[in-house]
């Protein structure tokens, strides 16, 4: 496997200056002395030198420090490796992300050398992104926008879709204060996001509060029960997920997940948050030979909620399974 020449100057100049170097001294390529003169140039190194140890080349970068009003050494530079090896990041020129609004750049590799985003996009010619330079000022304290949004989708890993009130996408995350209270962001749901400077070059934000719930007057409840667990899912009419849980999800460990009082508990949790969001009439879709399925219906009934029909949706073989082969005696 080769190496990353590119990440090795980069983590390189990460940690001299974290740990506070004057010099770092780095392997000298043509790419690495393009991607020093652009950092010369742009002002975020004081000086560089070329110099030759046995037949090897090396460049000694000086780096530049600020000192605070208590005297120590604050960091400024700040790098990240965008592209690598196993995966090449490539844009054109239209879409060359801008860092902290401009007051970063972007180096690429184009087909006419390397050169920063405001190069790239003045030659009119895209390229691969090798990586992100930023620099924190001492002192600078980070500018932060509080927006208003509707959250249209929900996505994997607890990030949402967000349509702002001036029509921008923005995707969101949810805050470690809304984690701690136990409040469901859900499609629908007006929120406040804050969004920083950084934020806004990845079109990433931060979702602070949640303004009001989405009214669901009618849904659907599906329930999936299996011997080991119980799933209880309620969506609205188009198919969207409103809330859900299941028997692991309210703390019952192994052969716990199967019983009827985990389905029962599992359906209740499920459904206090749609009650709460004015569900009054659902549909229930039934699916599975587990033993929480009456238990489960007993759950949502006891709910108030009033139940349009019920359907067994359990799938069922028409000729059954292939049967073993034979044994030979």
Not at 114 to 137: F, K, P, Q, S
Not at 179 to 185: A, G, N, P, Q, Y
């Amino acid at each position: 496997m080769g190496r990353d020449t590119i990440a090795d100057i980069i983590t390189s100049i990460r940690n001299a200056d974290m740990d506070r170097k004057v010099t770092v001294r780095i392997a000298s390529t043509n790419i690495t002395e393009n991607i020093v003169k652009i950092l010369l140039r742009e002002g975020f190194i004081e000086n560089v030198r070329k110099h030759q140890e046995s037949n090897k080349y090396f460049l000694v970068l000086t780096l530049r420090h600020r000192r605070n009003r208590k005297g120590t050494y604050r960091t400024i530079l700040n790098l990240k490796r965008i592209s690598r090896p196993g995966l090449r990041i490539y844009s054109n020129y239209q879409r060359i992300p801008r860092i902290l609004g401009g007051m970063g750049i972007v180096i690429l590799s184009t087909s006419r050398g390397i050169m920063t985003d405001r190069e790239a996009r003045l030659e009119r010619i895209g390229g691969e992104i090798l990586c992100y330079i930023w620099g924190v000022l001492p002192g600078m304290k980070e500018q932060k926008w509080i927006h208003e949004g509707l959250i249209t989708e929900s996505l994997p890993n607890g990030m949402f879709r967000v349509r702002l009130d001036n029509e921008n996408m923005i995707l969101g995350y949810v805050s470690g204060k809304i984690r701690r209270s136990f409040i469901r962001i859900l499609p629908g749901d007006r929120v406040k996001i804050e969004v920083s400077r950084y934020d806004s070059t990845k079109g990433n934000g931060r979702i602070g509060s949640r303004k009001s719930a989405r009214r669901i007057p009618k849904g659907v409840i599906h329930v999936q029960a299996s011997f080991n667990n119980t799933i209880v899912t309620v969506t609205d009419v188009r198919g969207r997920v409103v809330s859900w849980s299941s028997a692991g999800t309210c703390g019952f460990r192994g052969t716990r997940r199967g019983t009827p009082f985990a389905a029962q508990t599992a359906a209740g949790n499920a459904i206090r948050t749609v009650v709460d969001q004015g569900m009054q009439r659902a549909e229930v879709m039934i699916k599975g030979p587990g033993l929480g399925r009456d238990a489960a219906l007993r759950a949502i009934r006891r709910s108030g909620i009033l139940l349009s029909f019920v359907r067994d949706v359990t799938p069922m073989p028409h000729n059954g399974c292939r049967p073993p082969k034979k044994r030979r005696v």
